[in-house]
């Protein structure tokens, strides 16, 4: 099974728009987002773009605005957000999801420390705006970029194989 996975997406409504119509056309049914997506109409966008069975699974960032009208429209949706982090199962894969904390340095050393500590298969993070994909302890460590483009120079998401544990990095910029 293959999942999308996007982060900061910082209200950059062109490349949100390239990434829902991208994961649409590469067959994407579960997409993960990463933190920051910041405000209500970006949510508005991605479901006005959703197909019947896309599923979305999302925790906040450090920088999203309005978390109660975010909360309310992934729950009309049926979509989940929350603080994070979270472990879901898709497929008998688990997943562990968050966006990040205090610095860039401080978030990837905390996500590499965790697989140490978690029973999962794959670890998802964003905050940081850089690309990270690694095996560490056996498991699958993506960081898909950013969406919004603006930091790095580049807007990207990833397309991540369950069943591999293999990710690829998609350019939309």
Excluded: C
């Amino acid at each position: 099974m293959i999942v999308g996975v996007m982060s900061d997406s910082h209200d950059n409504m062109n490349n949100v728009v390239k990434a829902m119509k991208l994961f649409r056309e590469r067959g994407v049914n579960i997409i993960f987002h990463l933190g920051d997506i910041i405000s209500p109409f970006i949510v508005k966008k991605m479901i006005e773009l959703s197909w019947k069975e896309l599923e979305v699974y999302a925790v906040f960032g450090n920088n999203d605005g309005d978390k109660m009208l975010l909360n309310k429209l992934f729950t009309q949706r049926g979509w989940s957000i929350d603080n994070g982090p979270r472990i879901h199962s898709v497929d008998g894969v688990k997943i562990l999801y968050l966006h990040g904390y205090n610095g860039a340095d401080f978030t990837k050393e905390l996500v590499y420390s965790l697989t140490k500590s978690f029973n999962v298969d794959i670890i998802l993070y964003g905050h940081t705006h850089k690309v990270d994909v690694n095996i560490v302890n056996n498991k699958l460590i993506l960081n898909p970029g950013e969406v919004y483009g603006g930091l790095s120079g580049k807007a990207t998401i990833a397309l991540l194989d369950l069943n591999k544990k293999k990710a690829e990095i998609i350019d939309i910029t």
